[in-house]
């Protein structure tokens, strides 16, 4: 792009970057990268029960809501443009294998189901993993107090799920437990079980965060003993992410996903590079809670922040963004110039 050195020194070439930021109207003929509601995920949190919608105290504006409470928030997303959710369940009773993973009445597949019918057209994700249905809170079995989770025998369970999942009307399945090898177990669960046409979006590259803290009081999720960072990635590593990517390309991932992303913008971005399959990025619940909070004190413009941050989220390289701002971002960028 610059390789003609004379043309930065030349006097008749006097560029001046400001020309093309005048006016509302230049700044958008100019603007790089697009936001827009279709581009946006919005995460449910599903209980058993029914009548209930209990406000998640961490992360403002968000839910925990039984299947029959459903229709309203369908009808908000159809009218605002958002077109895909991500669907997480609490069961009303764990148990140490997480079995109510795969139960084919668990909050997970109802709530599909209920979705399928009130709106078709919208495009439902069903996460996967074991840490909401587990009662000590970790993404596989544990069989002693060594606390470590068995990869191998949690594979089968993920399966398990997923095939639940994918046999409710699940558009797509996410596998989140970060063990090694469950994109593949679960593409061969899913083959097996006449799923051959549901896609898996793996949550390829994802770390041992802090900022998922907030979600683990919504999803009810947070490990009773531990840390989760025998199996999640540290956040340190980019060569590592991109091994993970391989891998999870290699064993079948139809879509990949970065999370979280604004700690991981440069991970996004060389994903982005080397691979071709579309891309998401999960805005995760800390993220969230950090804008909310300063925007509750008056520290910042919270439309401004909050598109700010998911525009570098795409520029980065994303093509979709798991955000809990989707129905605010959406309506702000019906309103804003
Ligand atoms: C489940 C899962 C988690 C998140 C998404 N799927 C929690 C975790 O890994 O501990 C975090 C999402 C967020 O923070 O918004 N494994």
């Given amino acids: 792009m610059f390789d003609d050195p004379t043309l930065l020194l030349s006097p008749a070439s006097t560029m001046r970057p400001r020309r093309t930021r005048r006016t509302a109207a230049l700044r958008q003929f100019v603007r790089e990268t697009h936001l827009s509601p279709s581009q946006f995920i919005h995460p449910l949190f599903i209980i058993e029960g029914s009548g209930?919608?209990?406000?998640?105290?961490?992360?403002?504006?968000?839910?925990?809501?039984?299947?029959?409470?459903?229709?309203?928030?369908?009808?908000?997303?159809?009218?605002?443009?958002v077109r895909s959710v991500l669907l997480f369940g609490i069961p009303a009773h764990k148990d140490a294998r997480g079995t109510g993973a795969a139960a084919a009445d668990g909050p997970v597949p109802r709530a599909i189901a209920e979705l399928k019918r009130l709106a078709p057209e919208l495009l439902v994700i069903a996460d996967v993993c074991l840490c909401e249905y587990t009662s000590h809170g970790h993404c596989g079995i544990i069989h002693d107090e060594s606390g470590v989770v068995d990869n191998d025998e949690t594979l089968p369970l993920l399966g398990e799920a997923a095939v639940a999942y994918a046999a409710a009307g699940a558009d797509i399945v996410a596998p989140s437990a970060m063990m090694d090898g469950q994109v593949r177990a679960i593409r061969e669960a899913l083959d097996a079980h006449g799923h051959a046409d549901t896609p898996i979006l793996s949550y390829a590259a994802k770390h041992a965060s802090a900022f998922?803290?907030?979600?683990?009081?919504?999803?009810?999720?947070?490990?009773?003993?531990?840390?989760?960072?025998a199996y999640q990635m540290d956040a340190a590593n980019t060569r590592e992410a991109l091994r993970e990517v391989e891998l999870d390309v290699a064993e079948g991932a139809d879509l990949l996903m970065v999370k979280p992303a604004g700690s991981a913008l440069d991970i996004i971005r060389q994903v982005r590079d080397r691979f071709p399959h579309p891309l998401v990025a999960y805005q995760v619940s800390g993220e969230y809670a950090m804008l909310k909070a300063a925007a509750q004190r008056g520290w910042l413009d919270e439309p401004r922040a909050a598109l700010e941050a998911l525009v570098a989220i795409r520029r980065a390289g994303a093509d979709q963004v798991i955000t809990y701002y989707a129905k605010e971002a959406a309506r702000w960028l019906s309103t804003q110039g």
């Fill in 212 to 229: 998922y803290g907030p979600f683990r009081g919504a999803a009810e999720s947070a490990p009773s003993f531990g840390d989760r960072r």
């Fill in 52 to 81: 209930i919608e209990k406000p998640i105290e961490t992360m403002p504006g968000h839910s925990q809501r039984t299947v029959d409470r459903l229709a309203a928030e369908v009808a908000e997303l159809r009218g605002l443009g």
